[in-house]
Nanobody, 127 residues
Framework: QVQLVESGGGLVQVGGSLRLSCAAS????????MGWFRQTPGKERAIVAA????????YYPDSVKGRFTISRDNAKNTVYLQMNSLKPEDTALYYC????????????????????WGQGTQVTVSS
């Protein structure tokens, strides 16, 4: 069956960096756009980055643009999220997700468009 397994979360001080990884199995990874989302208690899950099937296109909301970088290695079936200059408001449970894409690169912002989700990894930024 399809599995997405996140790793790399943890506790970091303000201004620090973390690199999240998401290893995928059970799917044709290169057929999926991938996204990273985050969620805090009482709030909806929100996108922090997305990347197209071949890595040629990326999306970031303004809240993380310039600080976060998404990348993927299709040979390793893995997507990464490099997070720099972390702020307390980045504290959340981070999820990776996969969206099957037959063609193009649309609809990657909305959570309901994703087919598969990981279990999440906690990121805590302490001040």
């Amino acid at each position: 069956q399809v599995q997405l397994v996140e790793s790399g979360g943890g506790l970091v001080q303000v201004g620090g960096s973390l690199r999240l990884s998401c290893a995928a199995s059970g799917l044709t990874f290169s057929s999926y756009a991938m996204g990273w989302f985050r969620q805090t208690p009482g709030k909806e899950r929100a996108i922090v980055a997305a990347i197209s099937r071949n890595g040629g296109s990326t999306y970031y909301p303004d809240s993380v643009k310039g600080r976060f970088t998404i990348s993927r290695d299709n040979a390793k079936n893995t997507v990464y999220l490099q997070m720099n200059s972390l702020k307390p408001e980045d504290t959340a449970l981070y999820y990776c997700a996969g969206k099957y894409v037959a063609a193009g690169y649309s609809g990657v912002v909305q959570t309901q468009n994703y087919n598969y989700w990981g279990q999440g990894t906690q990121v805590t930024v302490s001040s």
